[in-house]
């Protein structure tokens, strides 16, 4: 059952929605003067808006949603537009080969929409295994056919739309099909990501597309075409998922696939025409912090993410993390950073949070949740259990590596997965003029994905997000195995925040960043909601985490002594490049009136529009 935050308001939601479909309006979309984006960090303003906002990781794909909204779209209509145009100029990271989770709220009901791709039928759990039996190295399964998923983004867009939308699919389209067509400029980020790339231009397709006759990346403000993707997007806006899910692009999906010549994979037609979108009960738990309770609301198996923000943020609450304020940081960037006794405790929540995660979290159609409840992961007095084995005196030692807890009366089956590379992504956070809000991640996995490109657009690498071993050394199975059919495990974290008894939507938020995700959205979350910051400034915010390993901390971003701080207390820490892409939405007040507080991460070239 879709989760409903205030059953009051449901006759004004309703009455809303069905006078927006009374009459349909129509999109004259407007190719927009393209800039020419950053990468690096480059700090943004933070934006306020009156009555609805989109945030999403490039301008272009941002302008697509706001002219959906300014012609009277719904936030699901925008969502797809922004979708479609990221496809084309952010396609490192997302698009129609790929997969998504969108999480919705229409001012009554929080709906969960999974567009996670899934294992081909002949697909089993030695997959990524090697012929010695031992799982092959990372790369070895990414790049080819062997770990392209059945795509599911176009088709849960397809079945959100049928609920929620109110334009016409096909005129959702317009904006990248005129991108596709007309051409679009090359970010710097784009150009600097296939600078670095390593495998990409060993499929002949993308080297032509990506690629000048040297070799060498376009260059930034280079008008890069693509008239094929434009062919695709015209079929799917004029016959749906079909035209990309059966017929000539499935075929070629398929020939893509199963004939790379070194690392083939499974992938056939029957399993991208039989494709189907789930629709689950979102995860929803109380939380209560600077003396305000909240219900946040996040996206529930096969991804890790809800849960595992969720038990991060209970149990600080069973600890003082709430008595420590920020301090100072570094000069550049200038901001506040968190305390050296409050990244222990955080640190050391993740590392308990992890630990749950790699034990149970799977595919609820193949795994079963402890208990029988994944709740039972957020029970309030399993959680006070859990933080009770944090050391919270002065100086008490990290705990390094933590075990998984037993919430329930029976002990699992399963082993824990090892550790294995997680990549890629972006987020979309979008509320509309009528109150509906929507918080979207959406990937492809790796950065280009499989390395496979077809008719404009790159193939998913989703398969492995799925544990490469099958089983630990005692033969225990591992519960995010390769099996058909299945979704592989996520660190996807949309999340909604409604106050709470009200029952008002508060925040749309999430972000890309592999397993990081999880630490990325719980920052923003805790900055917002415990530190009283704006969206913007709680993505300014340095990054760090933990994966039930070293304590990560975004490097040249805190002070060297709060570093040793954490050192002396035994903890492991690596300070590193953390790049997330937070986007969120907020509402608030501005001089007492009603606002929407936008914010979208420095370290990437998204921005907020609203009106």
């Known amino acids: 059952m879709p989760y409903r935050p205030s059953p009051a308001l449901s006759a004004i939601a309703l009455a809303t929605l069905l006078a927006g479909c009374a009459s349909a309006p129509s999109l004259n979309y407007t190719v927009p003067v393209q800039p020419e984006g950053s990468s690096g960090y480059t700090e943004k303003p933070g934006w306020t808006n009156a009555s609805f906002a989109v945030a999403a990781a490039n301008p272009l794909a941002t302008d697509a949603g706001f002219q959906v909204l300014k012609a009277g779209g719904s936030a699901v209509d925008a969502a797809i537009a922004v979708q479609m145009v990221l496809t084309l100029v952010e396609p490192q990271s997302s698009g129609i080969g790929g997969g998504a989770f969108l999480l919705h709220y229409n001012g009554r009901d929080v709906e969960a929409f999974d567009g996670r791709e899934t294992a081909p039928a002949a697909a089993d759990e030695k997959l990524f295994l ?63 990501l296939l600078a670095n790339e390593k495998y990409l231009a060993k499929d002949p397709v993308a080297a032509a597309y ?117 301090q100072g940081g570094v000069p550049t960037p200038a901001g506040p950073t968190p305390s050296a006794d409050w990244l222990h405790l955080y640190t050391e929540a993740a590392r308990l949070a992890f630990a749950d995660r790699a034990l149970y979290l799977g595919d609820p159609d193949f795994v079963q949740p402890p208990a029988g409840n994944w709740m039972s992961l957020l029970d309030p007095a399993y959680l006070a259990g859990r933080a009770k084995l944090i050391g ?87 519960a995010n195995r390769v099996q058909p059919g299945k979704r592989p495990r996520s660190s996807m974290a949309p999340t909604l925040v409604f106050e709470k008894p009200s029952g ?82 907020m509402r608030g007040t501005v001089n007492g009136k009603p606002v929407l507080l936008g914010g979208a991460d420095p370290r990437r070239e998204g921005v907020v529009m609203g009106d």
């Open 130 to 192: 090697g012929a010695d039996g031992k799982p092959m190295p990372f790369y070895d399964g990414v790049v080819g056919g062997r770990s392209v998923g059945v795509p599911g983004t176009v088709r849960m867009l397809e079945q959100a739309h049928r609920q929620h939308g109110k334009l016409p699919w096909a005129e959702l389209f317009k904006p990248a099909i005129a991108l596709a067509d007309g051409g679009f400029k090359v970010s710097a980020r784009l150009n600097t």
């Open 210 to 326: 990506f690629y000048d006759p040297a070799g060498k990346p376009w260059p930034v403000g280079h008008v890069l075409k693509n008239p094929e993707l434009a062919s695709v997007l015209k079929g799917i806006a004029a016959n749906g998922s079909r035209a990309l899910l059966e017929g000539d692009v499935a075929q070629a999906i398929v020939d893509k696939v199963r004939k790379h010549p070194t690392n083939p994979g499974k992938l056939t037609m029957a399993d991208l025409a039989g494709y189907q979108p789930r629709k689950r009960a979102p995860i929803c738990h109380d939380y209560a912090a600077a003396g305000k309770d909240y219900r946040i609301c996040g996206f529930p198996p096969p991804s890790s993410g809800g849960i595992a923000v969720g038990q991060i943020l209970g149990i600080l609450s069973n600890t003082n993390a709430a008595t420590l304020p920020l």
């Open 392 to 478: 919270q005196a002065p100086g008490a030692p990290s705990m390094k590596v933590a075990q998984p807890g037993n919430p329930g009366a029976v002990k699992t089956s399963y082993a824990p997965m090892p550790a294995q590379p997680e990549y890629g992504t972006s987020h979309i956070s979008i509320v509309d003029a009528q109150g509906n809000a929507l918080a979207m991640t959406t990937t492809i996995e790796d950065v280009f994905g499989a390395r496979q490109m077809v008719k404009g657009f790159l193939l998913n690498n989703e398969l492995t997000d799925f544990s490469f071993a099958p089983t630990d050394a005692d033969g225990k199975p591992i």
């Open 504 to 585: 008002r939507f508060l925040l749309s938020g999430g972000s890309p960043g592999g397993a990081l995700i999880i630490h990325y959205t719980a920052k923003t979350l805790y900055g917002t909601l415990n530190w009283g910051l704006t969206p913007q400034r709680a993505i300014d915010l340095p990054n760090f985490g933990s994966m039930n390993g070293p304590s990560l901390l975004e490097e040249k971003r805190f002070p060297t002594a709060r570093v040793e701080a954490l050192r002396t207390r035994g903890a492991e820490v690596r300070e590193q490049n953390m790049t997330s892409g937070l986007q969120a939405i």
